[in-house]
């Protein structure tokens, strides 16, 4: 086992250099793995980007392989919690990969977190939205979006303005705690974006103004929405990823009927981004799931939970893409003005926005 082992490391070593991984590196890399026999993940919903679907596949097409599924309702700082505070432990808590907001991808990288490996589709993967020597890597993208629960709302919001009218009083929530969820993070940005401010730290100010604003008035419900809550009338219309919002309207089948909204002015595009931990206490096994993620059968998974994943244009150009699942996502003209902040952008409003969340709006979302 020991000998298999360390040929894996050495494997793993090339293919991040090189990018490339032959049958037999890929045979060597398997037999690793699942001597490890398990992964530990962390924050993945399974309704989530299609998790569920993605999760049970690497089950499927590795069953000698255990996946540990960490606190799924956790954000992108939690994540980088956890892989702080298990340096020194290779017990069960210790999380193998994680999946994070891009500004967290080279925060990571910077404090020494994550390690350096390239998949072998990694030539189809953005530069833009990748560390060149590997460390983090775009994995998927959406649009920011409002999900509106129409049993307890009469009128569904067509812009981020409408928000702050009247007849919203107690009805919106974020998805998450903006001063640690990636996904609350940049829904302010893209608030911020709709005010006209320029995206990075002018944008996220604006952002914070805005929710001032609606909590002022007394619109904003300090309670982290997700489809339950929904349901519940907890929180009639939440600011989320349009993937999770498609999701949780299938979740639900009805029961509300929802209504899911891109908003015609800040159409916000964020990108997450996958990397191994430095400190894995399985790092073959986090190879060969990245391996899987990357590979056109987990892309497509990506794409039928509604998500956009990093491969799109390559695997479009090679006519790899699932019709089926395509024809599912919203008209492409719902996508046209989705602006991408660049990663310093996203680094200047995720400071604006965690530093500025309980002085300037001062809700305690939870």
Not at 81 to 94: C, H, I, L, S, Y
Not at 232 to 261: C, F, H, K, M, R
Request: charged content about 20%; hydrophobic content about 45%.
């Amino acid at each position: 086992m020991q000998m298999k082992l360390t040929a894996a490391v050495t494997v793993g070593m090339l293919m991040a250099s090189t990018g490339l991984v032959s049958a037999d590196a890929m045979a060597d890399l398997e037999a690793a793995a699942k001597a490890e026999g398990m992964l530990t993940t962390i924050a993945l919903p399974h309704s989530w980007c299609g998790y569920g679907d993605v999760i049970a596949g690497f089950k499927a097409k590795y069953p000698e392989i255990q996946v540990n599924e960490l606190n799924p309702d956790a954000g992108s700082a939690d994540e980088v919690e956890a892989v702080k505070a298990n340096k020194d432990n290779k017990g069960p808590q210790a999380p193998d990969v994680v999946d994070v907001g891009l500004a967290y991808g080279p925060s990571m990288k910077d404090e020494g977190l994550l390690m350096p490996y390239k998949v072998s589709t990694w030539d189809d993967i953005p530069d833009s939205i990748k560390d060149p020597e590997g460390h983090w890597y775009g994995d998927y993208y959406g649009v920011m979006s409002f999900i509106v629960n129409k049993d307890l709302v009469a009128n569904a919001p067509g812009d981020w303005s409408d928000l702050l009218k009247p007849e919203y009083a107690g009805q919106v929530a974020l998805a998450g705690d903006p001063r640690a969820s990636n996904q609350a993070i940049l829904g302010v940005l893209a608030a911020g974006l709709s005010t006209g401010a320029a995206s990075g730290e002018a944008a996220g100010k604006a952002g914070l103004d805005y929710f001032a604003e609606m909590n002022k008035a007394g619109n904003f419900v300090p309670v982290i929405g997700k489809a339950g809550t929904i349901a519940q009338g907890a929180t009639p219309i939440v600011v989320a990823w349009d993937y999770n919002a498609l999701a949780w309207s299938d979740e639900l089948a009805g029961n509300p009927p929802v209504e899911v909204v891109v908003p015609k002015s800040g159409v916000l595009a964020g990108v997450y981004v996958q990397g191994i931990s430095a400190y894995a206490p399985h790092p073959n096994a986090a190879k060969l799931w990245m391996e899987y993620l990357y590979s056109d059968e987990g892309q497509n998974l990506w794409l039928k939970g509604y998500c956009h994943p990093a491969r799109f244009n390559a695997m479009s150009a090679a006519g790899k893409l699932d019709a089926d699942a395509m024809a599912k996502l919203p008209p492409a003209a719902a996508y046209e003005a989705a602006y991408f902040p660049t990663l310093d952008e996203v680094n200047a409003n995720k400071a604006a926005v965690t530093g500025g969340w309980d002085a300037v709006v001062g809700a305690n979302v939870q």
